[in-house]
């Protein structure tokens, strides 16, 4: 199914395929394609870039398809990372964070710095976040695939360790 050009957002570079490798959902997601093109909310004389993920409902091309900004990409990414970093060791603690310094980090970007926590507004956090390790331990080989990919690329363009 080939993803529509005629809408607000302008493809320029596709993956026209994304059902097929969508993680569980793989040949059976309604999200059929991924592309980096022409923001929607482009202003005249002003041209963003952003990433779309492209829903199909079986009927029709979905308003639940997401576009988003390169650098919010790229920002989920490191959020991602981060994430899984710590799940790397969370069994060290009893609630797997310590609830004292909810805390885990703060990535210096763009001048200032993303700050990593876990939500402990959530009122469930305690069995939410033993869900969300869960979910991550069961995905841990689609996880690990797309960075071992994703580790490859960066060092292929430059971004090797200790390198900015």
Known sequence: MDIPVTLKHKPVIISDNYEHIDGHNAYHSDAKGLSLGLAQWNDRGKVDISAKVWRYTGEKWSRQSEELPLHRVID????????????????????????????????????????????TQNPMIDEDIRLFSQALSENDEFLSERLHVLANLLQEMGYGRGQR
């Open 76 to 119: 989920l990414a490191i959020l991602t990372c981060r994430s899984l970093q710590h799940f790397r060791e969370a069994y060290r603690y009893e609630k797997l964070y310590d609830p004292a310094h909810p805390q885990i980090d703060r990535i210096g970007v763009q001048g200032d710095a993303m700050t990593v926590s876990v939500c």
